[in-house]
């Protein structure tokens, strides 16, 4: 009975995996990864050019080599229209690979922007940014390395030279992929920024079954998200954030803020320092939305380099069989500024 004890949480784990299966990637430093976030954020950025580098693994403490892994690149700019407005054009890909099926989603997609001034003046600017997204993914399972019921004849090692019960035609398949969405932000100086904006992802509930004949439309998403910079103080300021993410039965939001130590505020020589605790909270299949995680941020930025880090303390259920472990992400940002100046028109993301 000890063995089964130990086994039912890693248990609820791979499940709990195929369950989500059909759910969106996330990174708990959400405004290091403003494309996959939100098409309006695409060339939102104080310089012309941007890359984006995101990594992160999950539950490597109990499923050890067959840990989660999702990565993520992308590059986006930002095209002067007339006086004031932009364009933003980009590209993002991301991968991500879930257990020992190595059940994996990949995309490929294009999104562009219009950001139109509404008002304003000089470094005081109000924005409203529509943009929109097209991609390709591509999802693929090894069913052979999962254990099914039949496969247990009474010991707790699965006898995988059974043949399972279920049967599943497409293992590997590519569907295309439609998201938009809106913002608006309004920059009040070089340091202090607000910002609020919503997007609708997958707008075209593109077929994901691995049946020949099966329907099951991939759940359509809502994000909603908020957040800005204050400076409290010469050299210390506020970054806080909030993200909202409804898809089918599931909910998950992150809430915190980051204190902004500003190191130099020489435009040139540009250095700061941040430091942050955030909390997740979700639901669990149908259950109730509960916390989940607590979340240790750090963010370095030198100059046109940002690095991001983050930590997630489980605090869920599953502690128990994780010993309070989670995830851990890294981030790179880089812009390329360029000779082109217009001020201060966006947010630091």
Request: net charge neutral; with cysteine; proline share 3%.
């Amino acid at each position: 009975m000890r063995i089964f004890k130990k086994l039912i949480p890693v248990f609820a784990l791979i499940v709990g995996s195929l369950q989500l299966g059909a759910q969106d990637i996330h990174f708990s430093q959400f405004y290091l990864s403003p494309l996959n976030l939100n098409p309006a954020m695409t060339g939102v950025m104080n310089c012309n050019v941007r890359l984006v580098a995101n990594y992160r693994n999950q539950w490597s403490s109990i499923l050890k080599q067959n840990a989660f892994n999702t990565y993520s690149a992308s590059y986006d700019q930002r095209i002067p229209v007339g006086r004031y407005d932009f364009f933003g054009v980009g590209a993002s890909f991301f991968g991500d690979v879930a257990g020992e099926s190595n059940f994996s989603t990949l995309q490929g997609k294009l999104s562009a922007s219009y950001s139109k001034r509404m008002g304003g003046y000089r470094k005081t600017s109000h924005y409203l940014v529509a943009g929109a997204e097209a991609g390709v993914n591509q999802r693929s399972v090894d069913f052979q390395a999962l254990r099914w019921g039949n496969q247990f004849n009474g010991t707790s090692v699965p006898d995988q030279s059974i043949s399972p019960n279920e049967f599943f035609e497409n293992t590997n398949f590519i569907f295309a992929d439609v998201s938009a969405g809106l913002m608006w932000f309004s920059v009040f100086d070089e340091d202090n920024s607000f910002y609020i904006g919503g997007a609708f992802h997958h707008l075209n509930r593109a077929n994901v079954t691995f049946t020949e004949n099966g329907a099951e439309p991939l759940y359509s998403k809502i994000t909603g998200h908020v957040g800005g910079e204050f400076m409290v103080a010469d050299r210390l300021g506020l970054v806080p954030g909030l993200i909202v993410m409804l898809q089918g039965p599931s909910f998950e939001t992150n809430f915190g803020t980051s204190l902004k130590f500003l190191l130099s505020g020489n435009r040139r020589n540009y250095q700061a320092f941040q430091i942050g605790g955030w909390m997740r909270i979700s639901n669990h299949f149908e259950s109730p939305a509960t916390a989940d995680a607590f979340i240790l941020s750090t963010k370095f930025d030198y100059q046109d380099f940002s690095i991001g880090f983050s930590y997630d303390l489980n605090v869920s259920e599953l502690k128990g069989a994780s010993n309070g472990n989670g995830a851990f992400e890294f981030s790179l940002v880089h812009k390329i500024c360029g000779s082109e100046k217009r001020n201060v028109y966006c947010p630091n993301f």
